[in-house]
């Protein structure tokens, strides 16, 4: 019987197997999946030579908020979440509009910096999922599932409504039936229960109910400030992993973003949890603070990794992982090399969310999701192990192609589905127009010419 013809075959490539292991290699995509890895030439519709360059697993950004670019250079160095932080806009002020036209500019970032998995949860998902999966990008999209007034947040006073959280669950509910598996299975769901402070108990029930209904995973905050701690302890008498823990929510389904205010009993405790570890290097060692990931790993949580709301680089968050650690250890450690990275962002990724079996590695029959990375550059030469080279030395700017589910999405660091120049230009109309609209703002926003007003 003769095996059906390839419809893309990229050849003279070196390509990153299982555990980083580099072979020079030719691969084949037949509609959504891999379909060929080795050194013969099957026949194929379309062929695509590529020496020099280097193809890996699409990243997978387990925990981001693709639409609150809006503060960008500005809330790293706030000390805090944005959420948390007055003088900067909110997200609860945008507009359904607005918020997808920040989203789509974040989802773009992402994907042309070789992430082709997002975790991602923002206000009004309803309206911005489609316009994100026009990318070309694969989603897990929650809306921001909390029911405290967040401008009580603002003043230190938390306020929880119950009727906005059964709003918020209705609605949460709808999306899920409405949108996973749509886009040709590229949009799927999840649910985020913000933070442990920003949650009720009952809203924390829904969500887990909600999600042990639909199989889906849910992601979070947790111990990402010692103010949560603080309040979640003088209020419910224990920490916030216990709290989360108590009510079913610490489980193999929970993502679990930044960690790190943990005591000893807390690190315990997520470590025979099964929950994932979304490790946010780069965002934490902005607010001058880092997570115990070598004490949670030893401890037997699974550790995946995120951008948050820093950017849409996760060729840069490998090697923050990778210093970070190192910093922590004090030494160079065998089991924290390149390849323990490189696996954080991606197959435990896939992993975390119960995909493993179908993204996050280059193997025949996994989706085809892909980066090609241009090595040709001053700072890739010499090549001598390209994976080392990926976390010490490549940026997100030598992606040169991207594919999901078999499709070119970025063509030589372009998209090829959707105007960048028309999505750049309406997402900085919105972001004028929001911080225009904020009292007090901790920076003056620059007019196009580039002086503030």
């Not at 062929?47 to 609150?68: D, E, I, K, Q, W």
């Not at 897990?140 to 006073?157: E, I, K, M, T, Y």
């Not at 224990?238 to 709290?243: Q, T």
């Not at 603070?289 to 060729?315: E, F, K, N, Q, V």
């Amino acid at each position: 019987m003769t095996e059906a013809i390839l419809d893309l075959l990229i050849t003279d490539a070196t390509v990153l197997l299982e555990d980083g292991v580099a072979r020079l290699s030719n691969l084949g995509i037949r509609g959504k999946h891999i379909a060929f890895i080795g050194d013969g030439r099957p026949a194929a519709i379309r062929t695509l030579a590529l020496p020099g360059r280097v193809v890996v697993p699409g990243f997978v950004n387990t925990h981001y908020h693709a639409g609150l670019n809006f503060v960008r250079g500005v809330a790293p160095d706030c000390g805090f979440a944005p959420s948390y932080t007055p003088g900067l806009p909110q997200a609860s002020w945008l507009s359904e509009e607005e918020a997808l036209a920040l989203s789509r500019l974040g989802a773009l970032e992402a994907l042309r910096a070789g992430c082709t998995t997002l975790v991602d949860s923002f206000v009004h998902a309803e309206a911005t999922v489609a316009g994100m999966a026009e990318t070309g990008v694969r989603l897990f999209a929650s809306q921001r599932l909390a029911d405290v007034d967040f401008a009580s947040v603002l003043d230190g006073n938390r306020r929880f409504d119950r009727a906005r959280g059964e709003r918020q669950l209705e609605r949460a509910a709808a999306f899920v039936e409405q949108w996973a598996g749509q886009a040709d299975g590229r949009i799927q769901a999840h649910l985020t229960a913000h933070a442990p402070d920003t949650c009720s108990v009952d809203l924390l029930c829904d969500i887990a109910a909600l999600a042990e209904r639909h199989d889906l995973p849910i992601s979070t905050h947790l111990a990402q400030s010692q103010d949560e701690v603080d309040w979640v302890r003088a209020r419910h008498g224990c920490s916030p992993v216990e709290l989360l823990d108590g009510l079913g929510l610490l489980n193999d389904r929970l993502l679990a973003g930044h960690c790190i205010h943990l005591d000893d009993a807390d690190i315990a405790r997520i470590g025979r949890s099964g929950a994932h570890v979304v490790h946010i290097p780069v965002g934490n060692a902005m607010s001058g603070r880092t997570a115990p990931t070598r004490r949670l790993i030893d401890a037997g949580a699974p550790i995946c990794l995120a951008t948050d709301t820093m950017h849409g680089d996760m060729i840069e968050v490998m090697r923050w992982t990778l210093a970070v650690g190192r910093l922590q250890a004090g030494f160079v450690a065998d089991d924290w090399q390149p390849r323990d990275v490189f696996a954080m962002g991606t197959g435990n990724g896939a992993r975390a969310l119960g995909w493993a079996d179908r993204i996050g590695r280059l193997a025949v029959g996994m989706l085809a999701d892909i980066a090609v990375l241009d090595y040709r550059q001053l700072h890739l030469t010499p090549c001598i192990d390209p994976l080392g080279s990926l976390i010490h030395n490549a940026t997100a700017a030598d992606v040169e192609s991207v594919f999901v589910n078999g499709e070119q999405v970025i063509d030589q660091g372009r998209a090829t589905r959707v105007d960048e120049t028309e999505i750049r230009a309406e997402a900085e109309r919105v972001c004028q127009a929001l911080w225009q609209r904020c009292p007090n703002p901790l920076r003056p926003y620059p007019s196009a010419a580039g002086n503030a007003r």
